[in-house]
């Protein structure tokens, strides 16, 4: 694809123009390890080694600093052994891991994914800093747990008076499409969706950022954010000239972020959607789906932008680990059209009302990542999907309207 333009990240804007402002100030660094520059460099190196930065702490969100946690898993506290810092775990560092957990981490993964408890920095871990710097790659879905991290430390510094800076980086499936319902708040709030956005919400994280602290924080912080250079809004991850780098260990390409908004619901159900292949997200099977035949109904129904095929795979770890899972794969053959939400919907009606015995939901963790109760309720009670997507449509335009006002790029 031809590439559109050289986007500048934050970090790199950052460190050109405003180091000035933070000279002499003790710094925490909330980053993983898709946090890098346009060189590959990543910010936590290039903070550390700066004469003029005084780094002093990092935190991590879910997977860890250096992204060497699976999903769900406990993240404990740490010295990096590179860096030779402290980092405090933002996924678990005031919890302690369940005996056996790892046994069936799906089962875990959907507790303490939604489990507030741990979360957030506490007064301990920040009062060593002046500033935390949060460089995360957000993949533009609000169920990634990287929002609401971001989220609570934004919490936590407006309450223990430090301030925060979010170094801005690209939506990578573009800043204009919005999907999926807008979540009920506070009832739905959880690390997997904390604050009334869509699920796939066309934002950054710094738009996000200026968006929580305006509308949702009782105190607010004092908040900066470094914008990109060169990035609009209707760009891909693959129209700029950055490197990709897995965000977490299941999101490795953009393909896969690409229909995440859609197929991550998988999770709330007893099918498989893909961890534990080399195309997480991207297939959904179990040992009793007839992949040739579930493909042929989904082709059936001409969905714009996308075709799928058989697909016949056995996990690694994960659901069905050293099962052989039928199933299908879907192909994003236009990405223009291709709606990753709507697409479920019509997978899970096709499912449900071929497999009513042994499809399930896992009701509770389905409606977390939801953010809503509604769109399930409707499917069990056989509705089509053009209805459940018109229940969305008044929110959606709320929702595009209440954010224009921390747009920080054009289209």
Known sequence: MTKEANV???VEVFLQEHLAAFEGK???????AAAVDSRLEATAELLRRNPRIRLVALYG???GVRGNFQAGEYVPFSVDEKLHLPVFSLYGQTMKPVA???KNIDEYMRSFDTDQKGKSPDSGMMKDVDVIVCDLQDVGTRIYTYVATMAYTLQACAENDVEFVVLDRLNPINGLDMEGPVLEYPRFSSPVGLYPVPLRHGMTMG???LLFNAKFLEKKVKLTVIPMKNWKRRQWFDQTLLPWV???PNMPTLDTATVYPGQVFFEGTNLSEGRGTTRPFETIGAPWID???LSRKMNRLDLPGVRFCEACFTPAFSKFQGERCGGIQRHVVDRTLFRPFSVMLHLLRVIMDDYPKRFAFHSSYFDQIMGTARVREA?????????ILALLEDELRRFAELRKPFLLYDE
Do not use: F, K, N
Not at 26 to 32: D, Q, Y
Not at 379 to 387: F, Q
């Open 8 to 10: 500048i990240p934050g």
């Open 26 to 32: 003790r710094i925490g660094l909330l980053t993983h």
């Open 61 to 63: 969100p879910e997977h």
């Open 100 to 102: 056996g957990m790892m």
């Open 207 to 209: 738009e996000l950022a």
């Open 246 to 248: 897995l965000p977490s």
């Open 291 to 293: 992949g040739y035949a």
């Open 379 to 387: 499917l069990e009670s056989s509705a089509g999907v053009d209805r």
